[in-house]
């Protein structure tokens, strides 16, 4: 299996630095500190996007408040094709009716993803189901979701790091790049 170039090479600029990131992620820590208050509370991650996000959020967040994890996938062709349809990977280990959950995604991009997994989380019966993304590009929209807290409204340019893969890489750095397309060759 070829290497992945270091990521300088497919970095067209830097969007969100390292400082600015964890400063943003401290206030949405204290809001939903402050939202929670008094009350019990569930992230739930969405893997593997929401991993970094989810660890520093939950060192942001000053309440007793437990965590899960689960994977999905969207069907069909291609990392960034989103048909609509989203598949379980991995769920939940917890049943969550009746409990105040907070969703902790990476990005919301066409909305399909978010969308789909709200459905069918809404069906378990929590007592309130709320989103927290880091990223959002409100441009690439097609599927309206509610989102309770967001990080940044982001141009609807393909990013990575903090989380957020090319290819399954690069998701330790840092920082939110933008892959430069010109040197970026998607694999087979
Ligand atoms: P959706 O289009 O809102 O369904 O987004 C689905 C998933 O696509 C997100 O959870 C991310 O994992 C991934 N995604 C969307 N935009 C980007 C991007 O710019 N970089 C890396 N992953 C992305
Ligand atoms: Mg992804």
Known sequence: MPLPPPYQDLLAEVLIA???????????GAQISQDYQGQDLLLICILRGGVMFLTDLMRAI??????????????????RAT???VRINMDLSIAIAGRNVLLVEDIVDSGNTIAAVLKMLQARGPASLKVCTLLDKPAARQTPVPIDYTGFSIPSKFVFGYGLDLDEYYRNLPFIGVVDLDKYTPPE
């Open 62 to 79: 000053h309440i007793p408040h437990a965590i899960d994890f689960m994977a999905v996938s969207s069907y069909g062709a291609g990392a």
């Open 18 to 28: 390292e400082e600015p990131l964890q400063q943003r992620i401290a206030e949405l």
């Open 83 to 85: 048909s609509g349809q």
